[in-house]
């Protein structure tokens, strides 16, 4: 199948892709173009105070006379940056961390899910405050790496879940049987027959 009947298949995916890249682009040059205009999100008049929407504001203004699209728009740049961040993050660790444990199977798997289990009581976003407080830091790289190594769990529970199901089948035997090495067998057969979920789960993730 081609890539352009692929398209014409996935049209639902293929507009939230679109509503997505025009947001994003919005986000990120938008304050670029408003800043061209004299629009910018800190600069402070009291006189003009809140206002509502206008040709010069069209999302108004806030007490301070802050203009808010920009406001809105800047807000919006670091929430898709956490949500790629993250997601790609807990990507990294959740599927490798899944995928090793259901694979390797016995003691280690046992081991390893209960560390996931055990990292479930933790209140994602206290840990993340009491990190950031004992460490002294207002970083947003500090913040997007604490949510991205906190958000792996589930995405670990999918991925053993599919290796599971997966590393009896045929094609799995077959590879056995002709020698490949246990990081060939899940990188290049288990994953990429396991992508479907880990795919969706990542999408409503991020969506949220």
């Not at 009947?5 to 507009?15: D, G």
């Not at 670029?32 to 999302?59: E, K, Q």
């Not at 660790?93 to 003691?107: C, K, Q, R």
Request: hydrophobic residues 55%; contains cysteine; charged residues 15%.
């Amino acid at each position: 199948m081609s890539w352009w009947r692929r398209l014409r298949k996935n049209r639902m995916a293929v507009a939230c892709a679109v509503v997505f890249a025009v947001i994003a682009i919005g986000c990120y040059l938008g304050p670029l173009l408003a800043g061209a205009l004299g629009l910018d999100a800190t600069t402070i008049d009291t006189h003009l105070g809140a206002v509502p929407p206008s040709w010069g504001h069209p999302f108004g203004t806030d007490t301070l006379g802050r203009d808010l699209l920009v406001r809105v728009m800047i807000g919006g740049r670091i929430a898709i940056l956490i949500a790629v961040v993250t997601t790609a993050i807990a990507l990294a660790i959740g599927v490798t961390w899944g995928a090793t444990a259901a694979y390797a199977g016995g003691h280690v798997d046992n081991v390893m899910m209960r560390i996931v289990d055990a990292l479930y009581g933790f209140p994602t976003i206290v840990f993340i405050i009491v990190v950031m407080a004992v460490f002294q830091t207002r970083s947003l790289v500090a913040l997007f790496a604490l949510i991205g190594a906190i958000s792996w769990l589930t995405m670990a529970r999918i991925v053993r879940g599919q290796v599971l199901s997966l590393r009896h089948r045929e094609f799995v035997e077959a590879a056995r049987a002709l020698g490949a090495r246990p990081s060939r067998i899940l990188f290049r057969h288990l994953l990429p027959n396991a992508a479907g979920p880990v795919i969706v789960y990542s999408r409503c993730r991020r969506s949220c």
